[in-house]
């Protein structure tokens, strides 16, 4: 993409344990790639978007809603939400390098906000459901380091967690082999053991839990929640709960450690189980909606008038442009909501997403374990954000 000379590049990433009201990604179906070719997608930039916007004097919003026009749909699905999100980032890259600005500035110019933070990261060193072919039901884990620490110590923490985790498996006969989004994905015998290997690894690389790092959890329910028997279906530890009894189950775990992240604990239909978890645990915990809400502004108005959530998980190809998620990210905030930016399972290299963290100031970021190329160029690159953010105070 090209923008008063000057070139922007992007990649969108793809989800295995996609939300069911997600915007469409385009996949040709077929033979190749297994299905999972996408030359309708990349055709229809090369063609009908480059056809209609190719000369036109926009700004970003003026061509994300030339975008979403151009396509026509609720969802994305003339032109694929892949599609339409490649051509709003890398148009947003190039507008930021035409502007002579860092990507985090431009994004910050768009949103409102010249508070950059650098967030706090939310690692996920164990992985589980189908990023980690079941090894526990829950699907992350995460060890989120404290505020007190800088970014670099953040990153130290979670990376060194994560190592010593990787000598705690083996003495137990566990396999070190990675999921998808970079944490360790070995079989163990109940979900509560992996967190207690985690907490193990804590210990042993010398962090005070609940002091320097608390824990969080992505159990993206959606994967095992039964629709017709209306039951979470805990295989992994031999249970089948209802929405009520399973809101028990999530706060019997969270209370046993220090817990402060809860992500998709319920299933993405069940708005009164979410309702119900949210009164019960919303005032300690950060209850964020990630299937439930797709990143989407009507999602999110419902949510907030049922009281569902108090976080979003903020996913840019969940709704296919730049425009769009910057005002799923303000009604979230004008909430009260806290904002977090993430990764999908299945990454690219890249980076746009440590930039809009800290361009929005939202505090937060999911970007995976500190392992795998694909998580640690956002690490990387945040750290670059950093020392330049640092060095501009
Ligand atoms: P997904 O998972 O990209 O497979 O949807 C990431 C997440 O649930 O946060
Ligand atoms: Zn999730």
Redesign the pocket.
């Known amino acids: 993409m090209l923008a008063g000379e000057k070139l922007g590049r992007a990649a969108v990433p793809s989800?295995?344990?996609?939300?069911k009201y997600e915007a469409l990604e385009l996949r040709d179906g077929g033979k190749p790639w297994l299905g999972k070719g996408v030359s309708q997608a990349i055709g229809n930039v090369n063609t009908t978007i480059a056809q209609a916007l190719i000369g036109q004097d926009l700004d970003q919003a003026g061509l994300d809603k030339n975008l979403i026009e151009l396509d026509g749909t609720e969802n994305k699905t003339k032109l694929g939400a892949n599609a339409i999100l490649a051509v709003s980032l890398a148009f947003a890259w190039a507008m930021s390098r035409a502007q002579n600005l860092a990507l985090y500035q431009y994004i910050g110019q768009l949103y409102g906000n010249d508070q950059f933070i650098i967030p706090r990261p939310t690692i996920n060193i164990f992985n589980g459901g189908?990023?980690g072919d079941w090894a526990t039901d829950i699907?992350?884990y995460m060890v989120i380091p404290a505020t007190s620490l800088n970014w670099a110590d953040r990153l130290r923490l979670g990376a060194e967690v994560f190592h010593h985790l990787g000598k705690i498996l083996p003495e137990k006969g566990y396999s070190i082999n990675v999921g998808?989004?970079g944490g360790f994905a070995p079989a163990v015998k109940s979900n509560q053991e992996a967190l207690e290997l985690i907490v193990q690894a804590v210990n042993q690389a010398g962090y005070k839990l609940g002091e320097q790092v608390s824990l969080g959890f992505?159990a993206?329910a959606s994967e095992f929640y039964n629709e017709e028997t209306k039951q979470y279906e805990l295989k992994r530890d031999g249970q089948s709960l209802s929405s009520e009894e399973m809101t028990g189950w999530v706060e019997q775990l969270a209370n046993q450690y220090p817990v402060e992240l809860l992500?998709?604990m319920l299933a993405q239909d069940d708005w009164a189980g979410w309702t119900r978890l949210t009164a019960k645990l919303g005032d300690h915990y950060q209850v964020v909606g990630?299937?439930l809400l797709v990143t989407n502004t009507g999602r999110i108005k419902q949510a907030i008038d049922q009281k569902t959530c108090n976080s979003l998980?903020v996913?840019l190809n969940q709704i296919g442009t730049l425009t769009e998620t910057l005002a799923a990210m303000k009604m979230a905030q004008g909430a009260g909501w806290s904002n977090v930016v993430?990764?999908?399972?299945?990454e690219t290299e890249d980076i746009t997403i440590a930039h809009l963290a800290v361009g929005t100031g939202c505090g937060w970021i999911?970007t995976g374990s500190v392992s795998r190329g694909e998580r640690t160029a956002k690490y990387n690159e945040l750290t670059r954000i950093a020392e330049r953010v640092e060095a501009s105070r």
């Not at 989800?15 to 939300?19: D, E, Q």
């Not at 993430?342 to 299945?346: F, K, M, V, Y």
């Open positions: 989800g295995a344990s996609t939300g189908k990023h699907q992350e998808n989004e992505d993206a992500e998709d990630d299937d998980l996913k993430s990764h999908r399972s299945g999911k």
